[in-house]
Nanobody, 119 residues
Framework: QVHLVESGGGLVQAGGSLRLSCAAS????????MGWYRQAPGNQRELVAS???????NYTDSVKGRFTISRGNAKNTVYLQMNSLKPEDTAVYYC?????????????WGQGTPVTVSS
């Protein structure tokens, strides 16, 4: 079983910053990629940013230049530094991990951490 624990969400004014953290634990042999998704009320869940084991990153256009995804030294943690936040960034942010387990390649989700940006 694999557990993802997220932290760092909260309420911030427009233009402010937040840093999200996600730590993976459990029976995962190796992690291929980690990422952050978000879902605003009434919207579908969308990819915000992802990072592979090799360090390749991908961002949705609306956050490029403002958000930075990175992995911790332990490689089982992922961070999302969010700067210059806008009200439209308001959503529940979910951590996602894709990796190998005894059941093969699997995708796991965190419980979500809410981010609210006030104007």
């Amino acid at each position: 079983q694999v557990h993802l624990v997220e932290s760092g969400g909260g309420l911030v004014q427009a233009g402010g910053s937040l840093r999200l953290s996600c730590a993976a634990s459990g029976s995962i042999f190796s992690i291929n990629a980690m990422g952050w998704y978000r879902q605003a009320p009434g919207n579908q869940r969308e990819l915000v940013a992802s990072i592979t084991t090799g360090g390749n990153t991908n961002y949705t256009d609306s956050v490029k230049g403002r958000f930075t995804i990175s992995r911790g030294n332990a490689k089982n943690t992922v961070y999302l530094q969010m700067n210059s936040l806008k009200p439209e960034d308001t959503a529940v942010y979910y951590c996602n991990v894709v990796g190998y387990t005894s059941l093969g390649m699997k995708s796991y989700w965190g419980q979500g951490t809410p981010v609210t940006v006030s104007s």
